[in-house]
C-alpha cells in the first residue's frame, strides 16, 4: 500500500509540475508583453526542472493530508479541496514565479545592457498575483483528474466506480 501511495505521489508530482510549468510560462510570458517562443520555453524548461524537484522533495500528499486531519475536513469535500489546492499552490506558485521573473528580469538586463528600467520586486509582485489566481484555477480544476488517473494507473480505484 505504501509502495503505490509512493507511485501515485512520484505520477502526481511529475503530471501537476508538467502541467502547472506550462500555464504558468505561458500566462507569465502572456502577460510581459514580450511573448516569444523562446522566451515562453525557456521559461517552461526552467519551471518544469524546479517544479519536478519541489514535487519530489516536499510530500504535498502527506502536507495535505495533514492538514485536512487538523481542519476536520473529509477528503473530496469543495472544503477540502480548496485546502488542497491552496496548499499547492502556496507552495509551488511563489517559486516558480520568481524563478521565472527572475530570468525574464536578467534576459531583459543584458538585452538592454543593463539600460533597462525595470524593478524585480514589482515584477514579481504583479506576476505572483495573476499567477496565484491562474494557478489556484488550475491545480482546482487537474488536480482531481490527474489523482484518478494515478490510482486507476496503480490499481486503487474505488470499488463503486
Known amino acids: 500500500m505504501d509502495q503505490k501511495m509512493r507511485?501515485?505521489?512520484?505520477?502526481?508530482?511529475?503530471?501537476?509540475g508538467i502541467t502547472m510549468s506550462f500555464f504558468l510560462s505561458l500566462i507569465g510570458t502572456a502577460t510581459s508583453g514580450h511573448f516569444t517562443i523562446p522566451g515562453f520555453l525557456i521559461s517552461f524548461v526552467v519551471s518544469t526542472i524546479i517544479s519536478l524537484i519541489?514535487?519530489?522533495?516536499?510530500?504535498?500528499?502527506?502536507?495535505?493530508?495533514?492538514?485536512?486531519?487538523?481542519?476536520?475536513l473529509v477528503r473530496g469535500t469543495l472544503g477540502a479541496r480548496c485546502v488542497?489546492?491552496?496548499?499547492?499552490?502556496?507552495?509551488?506558485?511563489?517559486?516558480?514565479?520568481?524563478?521565472?521573473?527572475?530570468?525574464?528580469?536578467?534576459?531583459?538586463m543584458k538585452q538592454s545592457g543593463g539600460m533597462a528600467q525595470l524593478n524585480l520586486g514589482r515584477m514579481f509582485l504583479s506576476s505572483l498575483i495573476i499567477c496565484f489566481l491562474a494557478a489556484f484555477v488550475i491545480i482546482?480544476?487537474?488536480?482531481?483528474?490527474?489523482?484518478?488517473?494515478?490510482?486507476?494507473?496503480?490499481?486503487?480505484v474505488k470499488p463503486e466506480e
Do not use: W
Open 7 to 16: 507511485l501515485i505521489g512520484r505520477d502526481m508530482s511529475i503530471k501537476m
Open 54 to 72: 519541489i514535487g519530489f522533495l516536499i510530500p504535498m500528499g502527506k502536507l495535505s493530508n495533514g492538514l485536512l486531519t487538523k481542519l476536520h
Open 140 to 156: 482546482f480544476i487537474v488536480q482531481p483528474i490527474f489523482m484518478k488517473q494515478a490510482m486507476k494507473k496503480h490499481g486503487m
Open 84 to 108: 488542497e489546492t491552496c496548499v499547492s499552490d502556496l507552495i509551488y506558485t511563489p517559486i516558480m514565479t520568481f524563478a521565472m521573473v527572475f530570468l525574464a528580469y536578467n534576459m531583459a
